[in-house]
């Protein structure tokens, strides 16, 4: 293939082409590609393109659509098999919409997810089955994502009763008690019911919960954003602690950056349905390249009064635009301090900034804009 020019952009979004797709097989052969081993660093779920849009529609009985809300519209991006991979950005931007895509609670509208080089959005039956227990979730809501009606070890078995190959009838008490102890409460309260927990206690039924079929992936829909800071410290560390112990890899979805950077090893940053950045821990913290991550690190609060004096704070202006109707070219160029008329007319590729190139520096990493360029907003003054 011949090499692009220097001027053009070069897209590193991954493509379909770098995924070891797994050709048509039948159910049982299906099965077997979704429970065989990954070797750790290697990829272990592949999202290409994915697409979701949420119909807008008039009428009661004749129903028309005149619209959608384009709550993700094209991302991409791998997690590694042992790894972290946390997605930031504000309130709808789309990142509980990736994890339930990711989760098949929705229907992708277009796009492929690949697990172990199975297009999951293509599986159904046993295959559809084997990746559901080998990809759990942790809810944001320890109040509301547990049965008020179930004892705890009710809760922590039914995914038994689904998957009763993973622990037998006789066996499942044990197992759950196993489960209470390994996340740091008392087996006996195995009869109690979730309204005798507080909220950290009651994420932690949810982390056994994600736990009790043994999974490969979790992935974590702001699972400490309801929790009091201290006991936000408590269930964080107790997640590193069980990937360690349970070679877990996570999909960590949150707000606070302070959280998502304690505990990931690569970080996307999402704006309006779409990826603007995306790189390991460092990169995007000390040398981030997009406008739009600028200003998320520069609005977080600095404890050190005379670093604080010193630091630029980054105000945009403007609301957010609606997913319904987003804006041409660069979604972020509406509240983008360097937009220029490029981003109006082009829509920015996810990939290394030309300046960069060839450069070994952290800034080299994925990021969508036309004028990309390091700033570090953190260590500022």
Same mark, same amino acid.
């Given at each position: 293939m011949a090499e692009p020019r220097k001027d053009e952009a070069v897209d590193a979004t991954p493509n379909t082409t770098a995924v070891e797709t797994v050709g048509p097989v039948d159910e049982g052969a299906a099965v077997a590609a979704i429970e065989a081993p990954v070797d750790r660093g290697e990829p272990i779920l592949q999202v290409r393109n994915l697409v979701k849009h949420f119909p807008l529609t008039l009428g009661i009985l004749f129903k028309r659509q005149v619209g959608a809300v384009k709550a993700v519209d094209g991302i991409s991006f791998d997690l590694y098999q042992g790894e972290t991979l946390g997605i930031v950005g504000e309130s709808g931007c789309g990142k509980s919409t990736v994890a339930k895509l990711l989760m098949m609670l929705e229907t992708a509208t277009s796009g492929e997810i690949f697990y172990k080089g199975q297009d999951i959005t293509k599986l159904s039956g046993r295959a559809l089955k084997a990746v559901r227990r080998n990809i759990q979730m942790v809810f944001q809501d320890p109040y509301t994502s547990l049965n008020p009606r179930m004892t705890v070890g009710d809760i922590i078995g039914e995914p038994y009763e689904i998957h009763p190959e993973v622990a037998p009838r006789g066996d499942r008490r044990k197992k759950v008690q196993e489960l209470l102890e390994v996340v740091g409460l008392n087996p006996?309260?195995?009869?109690?019911? /979730?309204?005798? &927990?507080?909220?950290? =206690?009651? =994420?932690?039924?949810?982390?056994?919960?994600?736990?009790?079929?043994? /999974? !490969?992936?979790?992935?974590?829909? !702001? /699972?400490?954003?309801?929790?009091?800071?201290?006991?936000?410290? =408590?269930?964080? *560390?107790?997640?590193?602690?069980?990937?360690?112990? &349970? *070679?877990?890899?996570?999909? &960590?979805i949150a707000h606070d950056l302070s959280i998502v950077r304690h505990i990931s090893d690569r970080v996307g940053v999402m704006y309006l349905g779409k990826m603007a950045e995306i790189g390991s821990d460092t990169q995007i913290y000390d040398h981030p390249t997009h406008p739009y991550t600028q200003a998320l690190l520069s609005a977080v609060p600095v404890p050190d009064p005379e670093a604080r004096e010193g630091r630029e704070r980054i105000i945009l202006t403007g609301d957010v635009p609606s997913p319904a109707n987003p804006p041409s070219g660069c979604r972020f160029r509406t509240r983008c301090w360097k937009a220029e008329d490029k981003c109006a007319t082009e829509v920015p590729l996810l990939a290394v900034p030309e300046r960069f190139r060839g450069v070994d520096t952290p800034a080299a990493h994925e990021s969508a804009c036309h004028f990309a360029e390091e700033k570090d907003v953190v260590h500022a003054g």
């Open positions: 006996e309260y195995i009869h109690r019911y /979730p309204h005798q &927990f507080s909220g950290g =206690q009651r =994420q932690r039924i949810g982390i056994a919960r994600g736990l009790a079929l043994n /999974p !490969e992936i979790i992935i974590c829909d !702001e /699972p400490v954003s309801a929790l009091d800071v201290s006991v936000q410290a =408590q269930v964080v *560390n107790l997640m590193e602690r069980l990937q360690d112990e &349970f *070679n877990l890899s996570y999909v &960590f």
